[in-house]
């Protein structure tokens, strides 16, 4: 504990610095703008504005670039209550809830709960990620090939048990990635493969044409500008405080989707949706009035945002401390560590200790200018919520070119944004969910080197993986999953996950009938 | 029969698969002991293809085919055909004259905003992007035949 006192010390020397306090709050800023803003998500936001972050050093690049992730958690539940419409895909039950409290008029009180809930998990989740990550980086120095093989593919297991949608799709999508992440130079033999005489393809597929192509581009291409109306509600300021049977409703639903939301954003997958679903569902069933729920429940607010948040600082756990991404923000952020030359991973903590504490601080600190930021600012969002779609979009197109464009000045890489795109819409229309094609892009070098590297070590004996330790746990624990949903299908059997990709379709079709009737009227 | 989205999904996954099965011809598959370049894609292929066929199996659980909502096909098909028009012309126009056009005619095309507003505003939002990315940023924004 006094190791990390210490190390603590030294991050927030660091993170109180003016200029990573400036970038800190750029990024919230920024965050807030981008879930907020409907059309353009975190992946997008953070992808754009990499190459921005080039000319700055590691850790004002990471503190800015986390900022926007997590200030967008904060920011897409301005939208969700005012508008109804999700600016974020985590703050999707916030809407329900979130806009019948502000359609009774209690908007205000809603935004606060949601601010004060955001505020508490993301603290939350600091301290645990600073007490976690260490420990995990020590354990994670005895790992070899074989262990980050086991580990890469628990990670693609557990990411498809915890899909709202099919194993099978999800699977498909994550062999996808992983196949678009074999373009270029084979590293041990220096084969080309599928470069088609393109040099730029030589290096590879980057992720950020293929995470703003999909989560950018592909959003706004199935997003025709009459089907986003804004209707949105004003708050006055006096409004804001909850009163005292608010607060009394949203403390537990804030501890338990706290607690819930760090514990699901270690595990793979879009946890920072997957929390909020999972809050949502457990506070209704818990209830003593859940009848009341979709008609403004304190609790549908106050769990669901604090677990989002708390998830989204959770994923950082495996990312720091063993280099490994649970969800494409994720990716991106470790890709943008890499451009600044700090690997992360297990020897992330001892290699680069001002970087590693230095952003723990700032998440203390940013979570702190976050609440500060949204709710006397709160008028602000309103206003940029009234701006039109129709002249929103040519504007994120635009952004989208230029931050493509200028990460490696490569002209390829925009057509590859651009068929990306293409193919993110044609997904969205078949039910496929992009996010396991960019996490199989990510993890696609080190996991087929790893998987090579331990073929050649064992010489081709595949119980390699089941004569190590640490291996074999973590292949048991896939198998142990990949039973779990084989008996799930064979029996027809309707478990947690069945009953959330139901309340996923519920709360979708809800938004789109009340689209399609707002386009007609 | 009728025909479902992953009828479709899972016929068009199998078909991908085979077809870059087929071009991976020459990448070696290697042995166990010595994986190729070649063993990673070949068996990630495979696994599509089986997925795709498991897909098309279970088909009957997916909504019929024709009931997929292609209404914002015009808004998606004009959007990707100008902005791959500007993505061609920016390296020969530049980032200021591409992304007035691109902003330009997406507001006047797609939108059918008045052509005065529409100027005023791609000229503007040019403008201010380039002076926040080029000059404030100092991201080197790419320079036309024009010099600009």
């Known amino acids: 504990m006094g190791v990390t006192l210490d190390s603590l010390w030294l991050g927030f020397s660091v993170a109180l610095q003016p200029a990573v306090l400036w970038y800190a709050f750029i990024g919230c800023l920024v965050g807030t703008l981008v879930g907020v803003l409907p059309g353009i998500g975190p992946l997008a936001g953070i992808s754009i504005l990499l190459p921005i972050t080039f000319g700055l050093n590691a850790t004002n690049a990471i503190v800015m670039l986390a900022g926007i992730y997590y200030g967008s958690q904060y920011g897409g539940s301005t939208t969700s209550i005012l508008l109804r419409i999700p600016g974020e895909a985590s703050s999707v039950m916030t809407c329900i809830d979130g806009n019948a409290m502000a359609r009774k008029g209690r908007a205000g009180a809603a935004l606060c709960i949601a601010a004060v809930g955001s505020f508490i998990a993301g603290t939350f989740g600091v301290i645990m990620l600073a007490l976690v990550a260490p420990p995990l ?181 495996p990312m720091l401390a063993l280099g490994i991404p649970t969800g494409p923000v994720t990716a991106v952020l470790m890709a943008a560590l890499m451009i600044h030359g700090v690997p992360p991973g297990p020897t992330l903590v001892n290699d680069h200790p001002q970087v590693f504490w230095g952003f723990i601080a700032s998440m203390y600190v940013g979570n702190l200018m976050l609440l500060l930021l949204n709710l006397p600012l709160v008028g602000l969002f309103v206003n940029l919520l009234r701006i039109p779609y129709a002249y929103l979009y040519p504007l994120i197109i635009m952004f989208c070119v230029i931050g493509v464009y200028e990460v490696a000045h490569s002209i390829v890489d925009v057509w590859i944004m651009l068929i990306m795109g293409v193919v993110g819409y044609a997904l969205k229309k078949f039910n496929f969910d992009p996010a396991p094609l960019v996490l199989g892009l990510v993890i696609a070098p080190i996991f087929e080197m790893s998987l090579r590297q331990s073929l050649i070590m064992s010489d081709g004996n595949w119980l390699i993986f089941l004569q190590r330790p640490i291996a074999l746990t973590l292949m048991v624990v896939c198998a142990g999953l990949l039973a779990a949903s084989a008996v799930s299908a064979i029996t027809a059997r309707r478990d947690w996950r069945a009953k959330l990709a139901e309340e996923t379709k519920e709360t979708k079709e809800t938004k789109e009938t009340k689209e399609t009737k707002e386009t007609k009227e | 029969m009728t025909l479902r989205s992953d009828h479709v999904a899972g016929a068009a996954f199998i078909a991908f698969g085979v077809l870059v099965l087929a071009l991976s011809g020459d990448l070696p598959f290697g042995r166990l002991s010595a994986p190729g370049a070649g063993m990673m894609p070949k068996l990630l292929l495979v696994v599509m293809i089986v997925f795709g066929i498991a897909l098309v199996l279970g088909a009957a659980a997916s909504k019929p085919f024709a009931e997929i909502e292609w209404s914002d096909r015009t808004h998606a098909l004009l959007l990707v055909a100008i902005t791959g028009v500007a993505v061609t012309l920016y390296t020969t126009l530049g980032f200021i004259l591409t992304m007035t056009l691109l902003v330009f005619t997406l507001l006047t095309v797609v939108e059918r905003k008045p052509v005065l507003h529409a100027a005023a505003y791609s000229i503007g939002l040019t403008v201010i992007a380039w002076w926040v990315f080029g000059k404030a940023l100092k991201a080197p924004l790419e320079r036309g035949i024009l010099g600009f």
Do not use: C
């Open chain 1, 137 to 317: 980086a020590t354990l994670a120095l005895k790992f070899g090939p074989p262990e980050y093989t086991a580990l890469l593919t628990l990670g693609l297991v557990f990411l498809a048990y915890m899909s709202t949608s099919s194993l099978v799709r999800t699977l498909l999508m994550a062999a996808l990635g992983l196949l678009l992440g074999m373009i270029g130079i084979d590293p041990l033999s220096g084969h080309f493969r599928y470069s088609f005489d393109i040099p730029e393809l030589g290096d590879g597929i980057g992720i950020v044409p293929v995470a703003v192509g999909l989560f950018g581009l592909g959003e706004i291409l199935s997003t025709p500008s009459r089907q986003v109306t804004a209707e949105v509600i004003r708050p006055k300021l006096r409004e804001l405080w909850p009163n005292r049977e608010e607060w009394r409703q949203s403390g537990w639903p804030i501890a338990r989707g706290t607690v819930m939301g760090f514990l699901i954003g270690i595990i793979p997958g879009s946890a920072h949706i997957i929390s909020s679903f999972l809050s949502y569902a457990v506070e209704k069933k818990i209830s003593k009035h859940p009848e009341e729920f979709g008609k403004g429940a304190v609790a549908g607010v106050a769990g669901p945002e604090s677990a989002n948040n708390a998830a989204s600082t959770g994923a950082f756990v």
